[in-house]
């Protein structure tokens, strides 16, 4: 397994702001994941950071919005930018260990108001 | 693009009872099947997986779920639950590459009453 932590944990910002999340892991690891939990909703890709390239989004997704940073192996962080209502969520990062296993962090619970 | 659908959003138990979540995915390829369970107030966990050989997997805390090809299911299945059951279950899909992220269902929420 893997020992993922994120911070904040949780945070009320307002509209128009921007919050970065971060995510650390116990070890190094080639792939993290950032995934968005709207209420109430199921787990929703956002994108994928490898180490060393550029993230890479999913459909609906897009950079400027959620810019991404992998500057090690261990470390990786995700922004919501120019935030709103509906960016309201719970983010969450996960690793991959070489084989399909995603392991999840705790989570960032974000409210936007 | 796979997709992955959970037959049941909400489903309430006694103590004891029987349970099986429905999942079904949508892709014409390998795939690498797994369920997921967050209980209150905790992070998401893995429960069991599915890569490849016996369809029938076992996971944690007494689960099991089998994977029938022919019907691009993978229903999960516990013959007694218990209290401490209650959680949010999700059936999750990674096509046959594994580089990529997992596809979620919605998400069945458990509530088992004692």
């Known amino acids: 397994s893997a020992v993922i932590s994120q911070k904040p944990s949780r945070d009320i910002c307002q509209r128009g702001t921007s919050l970065t999340i971060q995510c650390q892991v116990d070890?190094?690891?080639?792939?993290m994941f950032w995934y968005r939990q709207q209420p109430g909703q199921s787990l929703t890709l956002i994108a994928t950071a490898n180490q060393g390239s550029e993230a890479t989004y999913e459909s609906g997704f897009v950079i400027d919005k959620f810019p991404i940073s992998r500057p090690n192996l261990t470390f990786s962080t995700l922004t919501v930018s120019n935030m709103s209502p509906e960016d309201s969520s719970i983010y969450l990062c996960?690793?991959?260990?070489?084989?399909?296993?995603?392991?999840f962090g705790p989570g960032t619970r974000l409210t936007v108001t | 693009a796979q997709s992955v659908s959970q037959h049941n959003h909400h489903v309430i138990l006694s103590e004891a009872a029987s349970l099986e979540l429905g999942c079904n995915y949508s892709?014409?390829?390998?795939?690498?099947l797994f369920w997921y369970v967050q209980y209150p107030g905790q992070h998401l966990q893995l429960l069991l997986k599915?890569?490849?050989?016996?369809?029938l997997v076992k996971g944690i805390k007494g689960f099991e779920a089998e994977f029938i090809k022919s019907k691009f299911s993978f229903n999960l299945r516990k013959p007694s639950v218990q209290w401490s059951d209650t959680a949010e279950y999700f059936c999750?899909?990674?096509?046959?590459?594994?580089?990529?992220?997992?596809?979620f269902g919605k998400g069945t929420h458990l509530i088992i009453q004692p």
């Open positions: 892709y014409g390829g390998t795939v690498n």
């Open positions: 996960s690793v991959n260990r070489g084989s399909y296993e995603q392991y």
């Open positions: 599915y890569f490849s050989g016996d369809p």
């Open positions: 999750a899909v990674i096509a046959g590459g594994g580089a990529d992220g997992l596809t």
């Open positions: 070890s190094q690891v080639t792939m």
